[in-house]
């Protein structure tokens, strides 16, 4: 086989086992698999299972989760009425205002609350809160060592894919 007739066939072999792996379509075999899993953790609680191909471990299959977040609350300067600000603006000292260099109203504003504790007009202090976010089951992580496979398979594999798993190209 020539160089171009492996690649041939490797890229069908390839496309082929993109289906059975995919995690998009829930109807593929890592899909199922994932499912069985997740019941699998939801009734024992166990979160990691060794993967074996002829009574020999040749992998991991682990269950993966986010991580929970608690919520979080800060306060945040907004500007609600730029016209009051303008009107507050005009007074405002100049030898304070040469200082910083505010290319953005609402940023000097800002600015100048932190720096003298006043408000300005048409400001205010706002609360923001980030929800708290809960752990989610977020699938399954298969990890396998290709050599591993090889030798648990012995000769049940054809010779290609063999020599793909061995990380060759005959």
Not at 50 to 56: G, R, S
Not at 90 to 109: N, P, R, T
Not at 128 to 143: F, I, S
Request: with cysteine; proline share 2%.
């Amino acid at each position: 086989m020539n160089d171009i007739e492996r690649l041939t066939l490797a890229q069908a072999i390839y496309s082929e086992l993109g289906k059975i792996v995919s995690t998009k379509d829930p109807e593929s075999l890592r899909s199922k698999i994932d499912e069985q899993y997740r019941e699998l953790y939801e009734s024992t609680g166990s979160k990691s299972y060794d993967v074996k191909l002829n009574d020999n471990i040749v992998g991991t299959y682990s269950i993966r989760f986010s991580k929970s977040k608690d919520s979080e609350s800060r306060d945040v300067f907004e500007v609600r009425d730029y016209e009051a600000l303008a009107k507050w603006f005009e007074g405002v000292d100049a030898s304070i205002i040469s200082s910083y260099v505010a290319h953005d109203l609402a940023q000097f504003a800002e600015w100048y609350m932190a720096e003298t504790g006043e408000m300005p007009d048409g400001c205010n202090m706002s609360k923001v809160v980030t929800p708290a976010v809960e752990k989610h089951y977020m699938g399954g992580a298969l990890r396998v060592d290709s050599q591993s496979v090889l030798e648990a398979m012995n000769d049940a594999l054809p010779y290609f894919v063999a020599g793909l798993l061995e990380g060759g190209d005959e």
